[in-house]
């Protein structure tokens, strides 16, 4: 039997709320860090 998820979280919203606020890090700091552009980041935020 396969559980479904009905409301699976963004993620964005994980790497939002596990990585950027716990380390105090901005989208453009980053993005720095994952070698993309602020803006594709931005997007996947």
């Known amino acids: 039997m396969t559980k ?3 409301n699976p979280p ?3 919203e994980i790497l939002k ?3 950027l606020e716990p380390l ?3 989208v ?3 993005a720095k ?3 993309v552009t ?3 980041l931005s997007a996947i935020i």
């Open 28 to 30: 453009s700091e980053a």
């Open 24 to 26: 105090h890090l901005t």
């Open 17 to 19: 709320e596990l990585y």
């Open 10 to 12: 963004h993620p964005g």
């Open 38 to 40: 602020r803006k594709t």
């Open 4 to 6: 479904i998820m009905h």
């Open 33 to 35: 860090g994952l070698h």
